[in-house]
């Protein structure tokens, strides 16, 4: 307990009850701390006894105690003994935290880029708040923002309270907002701030430029990005929604439960060919295992044809698999694979590819006309065969510096230029 006064001192007090004078004993101001930093102001009010049904007689009475210093407050009522206690208080210097995980640390020094932004947007002391922003400059997290866009700020103005939007305020009057003039925008923003703001000209200016394309019922194929998507967890599984932008500003959507991907293509390591859902070869293929120069039977998937099997195990015996040869699959017509199984390429924000699909139906979002496709694929954009110009400077350049290398690496560089030239139309 800190007293406020420094005397520490308890002051006997009459008070009033609805029919009698009574005597308290009243303490000096004092701060109760909870912590380090905050505290409670309070004044502790005892009571001893009842005196008189007059003031005279209560006065008469406290003599009577032998109680010499004394005053009178009429405003202490009741019988029960109670403590009067402030709002909560702090000692914080004004470049401290005030509340949080970081409170007493100092705001000039700190990183903490969520608890200076909550300083600067809560805190009751405006040179506090001065302070935290002025360190989220610091850090770059708040930046200067002057443009020409003004706004409409509402402001208070008392009102009847049966006004519109009319609210009871600390001094007992009624008021609302209403339009006032226009003003400036205050010329500092947060960086998420500045990324909303960056995206609502880009949805003005996409606005601006997006038409519809085809007529519905067309199918398509187009080069476009995908500018975003979102994936919504319903009761019927995911639904997907895919925003893509083509070279001309045209919005393009799709709205389903199709997650796009780039399938894969399966390769046979073997003789180099890829293979495709499409090949007949797969209908009469069957998993094995084979390395080290040996079919390996506890290996294979699925039961193989008798004269399959055989084959395989004359081959073996007759050692016509070589150590370093491996094989995963064999057909029918006793013809080797060694499939590499293909990996996606899933779609992501700011990937261009070539989108193929039906325009399901012309829309608007935002004030964003949208073209709604369904029944969409993806697919890689090849791309474009070098020119002759091209190749021919590519040769150029490898043979400027050629000079420069020996051994293994002026090999490879000889290998390079040969492949190169190959490519010359």
Same mark, same amino acid.
């Given at each position: 307990?800190?007293?406020?006064?420094?005397?520490?001192?308890?002051?006997?007090?009459?008070?009033?009850?609805?029919?009698?004078?009574?005597?308290?004993?009243?303490?000096?101001?004092?701060?109760?701390?909870?912590?380090?930093?905050?505290?409670? %102001?309070?004044?502790?009010?005892?009571?001893?006894?009842?005196?008189?049904?007059?003031?005279?007689?209560?006065?008469?009475?406290?003599? %009577?105690?032998?109680?010499?210093?004394?005053?009178?407050?009429?405003?202490?009522?009741?019988?029960?003994?109670?403590? !009067?206690?402030?709002?909560?208080?702090?000692?914080?210097?004004?470049?401290?935290?005030?509340?949080?995980?970081?409170?007493?640390?100092?705001?000039?020094?700190? #990183?903490?880029? !969520?608890?200076?932004?909550?300083?600067?947007? =809560?805190?009751?002391?405006?040179?506090?708040?001065?302070?935290?922003?002025?360190?989220?400059?610091?850090?770059?997290?708040?930046?200067?923002?002057?443009?020409?866009?003004?706004?409409?700020?509402? =402001?208070?103005?008392?009102?009847?309270?049966?006004?519109?939007?009319?609210?009871?305020?600390?001094?007992? @009057?009624?008021?609302?907002?209403?339009?006032?003039?226009?003003?400036?925008?205050?010329?500092?923003?947060?960086?998420?701030? +500045?990324?909303?703001?960056?995206?609502?000209?880009?949805? $003005?200016?996409?606005?601006?430029?997006?038409? +519809?394309? &085809?007529?519905? &019922?067309?199918?398509? *194929?187009?080069?476009?990005?995908? $500018?975003?998507?979102?994936?919504?967890?319903?009761?019927? &599984?995911?639904? /997907?929604?895919?925003?893509?932008?083509? #070279?001309?500003?045209?919005?393009?959507?799709?709205?389903?439960?199709?997650?796009?991907?780039?399938?894969?293509? +399966?390769?046979?390591?073997?003789? &180099?060919?890829?293979?495709? *859902?499409?090949?007949?070869?797969?209908?009469?293929? /069957?998993?094995?295992?084979?390395?080290?120069?040996?079919?390996?039977?506890?290996? *294979?998937?699925?039961?193989?044809?008798?004269?399959?099997?055989? !084959?395989?195990?004359?081959?073996?015996?007759?050692?016509?698999?070589?150590?370093?040869?491996?094989?995963?699959?064999?057909?029918?017509?006793?013809?080797?694979?060694?499939?590499?199984?293909?990996?996606?390429?899933?779609?992501? =924000?700011?990937?261009?590819?070539?989108?193929?699909?039906?325009?399901?139906?012309?829309?608007?979002?935002?004030?964003?006309?949208?073209?709604?496709?369904?029944?969409?694929?993806?697919?890689?954009?090849?791309?474009?065969?070098? *020119?002759?110009?091209?190749?021919?400077?590519?040769?150029?350049?490898?043979?400027?510096?050629?000079?420069?290398? #020996?051994?293994?690496? @002026?090999?490879?560089?000889?290998?390079?230029?040969?492949?190169?030239?190959?490519?010359?139309?």
């Amino acid at each position: 307990m800190i007293c406020i006064f420094q005397t520490c001192q308890n002051m006997k007090t009459i008070g009033f009850t609805n029919t009698f004078y009574t005597l308290w004993e009243v303490s000096e101001p004092y701060q109760r701390f909870i912590n380090a930093h905050e505290f409670y %102001e309070q004044i502790d009010h005892s009571y001893i006894q009842n005196l008189s049904k007059t003031l005279a007689g209560a006065k008469k009475k406290v003599a %009577e105690m032998g109680i010499e210093k004394y005053r009178v407050d009429l405003e202490i009522r009741g019988e029960h003994s109670w403590t !009067w206690k402030s709002e909560l208080l702090n000692n914080f210097e004004l470049w401290e935290f005030p509340f949080g995980k970081l409170a007493g640390q100092d705001i000039r020094l700190s #990183d903490d880029v !969520w608890q200076l932004d909550r300083t600067y947007r =809560e805190d009751r002391n405006p040179r506090r708040r001065v302070i935290a922003r002025r360190r989220l400059i610091e850090l770059g997290e708040i930046i200067r923002f002057p443009h020409e866009d003004w706004v409409n700020f509402d =402001e208070l103005e008392e009102c009847d309270k049966d006004g519109y939007g009319a609210s009871k305020h600390d001094d007992g @009057k009624w008021y609302h907002y209403v339009p006032k003039a226009k003003r400036a925008v205050i010329p500092y923003i947060t960086k998420q701030g +500045y990324g909303h703001w960056v995206e609502q000209q880009e949805t $003005k200016r996409v606005a601006e430029k997006s038409q +519809y394309i &085809g007529k519905v &019922g067309d199918k398509i *194929s187009i080069e476009v990005v995908l $500018k975003k998507d979102i994936t919504i967890d319903t009761a019927y &599984g995911n639904m /997907y929604i895919y925003s893509f932008q083509d #070279d001309e500003g045209n919005v393009i959507v799709y709205k389903g439960n199709q997650f796009l991907i780039i399938p894969g293509v +399966y390769t046979d390591l073997i003789s &180099g060919k890829t293979l495709t *859902s499409k090949d007949k070869v797969w209908d009469k293929m /069957y998993n094995i295992g084979l390395s080290d120069g040996r079919w390996h039977t506890d290996n *294979s998937g699925g039961r193989l044809p008798d004269r399959v099997r055989d !084959w395989l195990r004359e081959e073996t015996l007759k050692g016509s698999f070589a150590k370093d040869f491996h094989a995963n699959s064999v057909d029918d017509n006793f013809t080797l694979y060694d499939i590499e199984y293909p990996k996606d390429k899933f779609i992501r =924000e700011g990937d261009r590819t070539l989108l193929t699909g039906t325009i399901k139906e012309h829309g608007e979002y935002n004030g964003v006309k949208q073209t709604i496709l369904q029944r969409i694929k993806v697919a890689e954009i090849e791309p474009e065969a070098p *020119s002759k110009a091209e190749i021919q400077s590519a040769i150029d350049n490898i043979e400027a510096v050629l000079y420069l290398f #020996d051994g293994e690496d @002026k090999a490879t560089m000889l290998a390079e230029i040969q492949k190169l030239k190959k490519q010359l139309p």
